[in-house]
Nanobody
Framework: VQFVESGGGLVQPGGSLRLSCAAS????????MSWYRQAPGKERELVAF????????KYADSVKGRFTISRDNAKNTVYLQMNSLKPEDTAVYYC?????????WGKGTLVTVSS
């Protein structure tokens, strides 16, 4: 199982970024996917979740209305569109899934929101 996240970077408050996570090594279309984030000195937290068919999504309260998770099962890729970014969104963002009860993580991509 491998995840490769991309799309992070430095952005000003109010700006937008789109993260991508390319997955391989498992039947991507059969599994729910999540984005987590971990800010400096804080615990990793769930940001967004999408079911295998993309029919249903869930979000942390802190990002509702600003972030959108989506997936392209033909490309084995999950996305996180982040709009109206705030300094408190600064973190390393990870994609994740659970296979047979075990979590799998990418290496993460750093998002820094600063003027």
């Amino acid at each position: 199982v491998q995840f490769v996240e991309s799309g992070g970077g430095l952005v000003q408050p109010g700006g937008s970024l789109r993260l991508s996570c390319a997955a391989s090594g498992f039947t991507f279309s059969s599994y729910a996917m999540s984005w987590y984030r971990q800010a400096p000195g804080k615990e990793r937290e769930l940001v967004a979740f999408i079911f295998s068919a993309g029919s249903s999504t869930k979000y942390a309260d802190s990002v509702k209305g600003r972030f959108t998770i989506s997936r392209d099962n033909a490309k084995n890729t999950v996305y996180l569109q982040m709009n109206s970014l705030k300094p408190e969104d600064t973190a390393v963002y990870y994609c994740n899934t659970y296979l047979r009860g075990s979590p799998y993580w990418g290496k993460g991509t750093l998002v820094t929101v600063s003027s």
